[in-house]
């Protein structure tokens, strides 16, 4: 019995410890990211967040910008997806992941849902003042379908 607690005890230690150095790995992967990201070198960045994302899935921040890194190397298709991750994980914390899922299906020849996208975004944000800017791209973009 005593035996079987101390392996126990150990293993969940480990655990812990193993859990510790991957969110302190997690940490320098999404620094070392964003400092590329801030540096506008977006093809580094795109290797250190999807390192980063095999460690923790779940980072909206992260899968922004992911996204936003993908576009900005005209990777449309991929950005698509992250955007659309960020969309419905945390469009609240990330407004523009609607307006950016809309334009890349547009990019990627979807152009039906993109206006659908479009209008949603429209609709949600008219009555922004910060995304004013946004909103009369979304209606050009749109129209330009």
Known sequence: MKRSFFTISLLLMAGLTAGGQNGKYYEKLVAEGNR???EEQYSLAIDYYKDAIAVDINDPGVDYKLAESFRNTFNYPEAEVY?????????NSFPLSLFYYALMLKLNGNVSEAMERFDQFIAFHTQNPTLKNFVEQAIIEKAAC
């Open 36 to 38: 590329f990201y801030a």
């Open 83 to 91: 955007y659309l991750k960020v969309l419905y994980t945390a469009q």
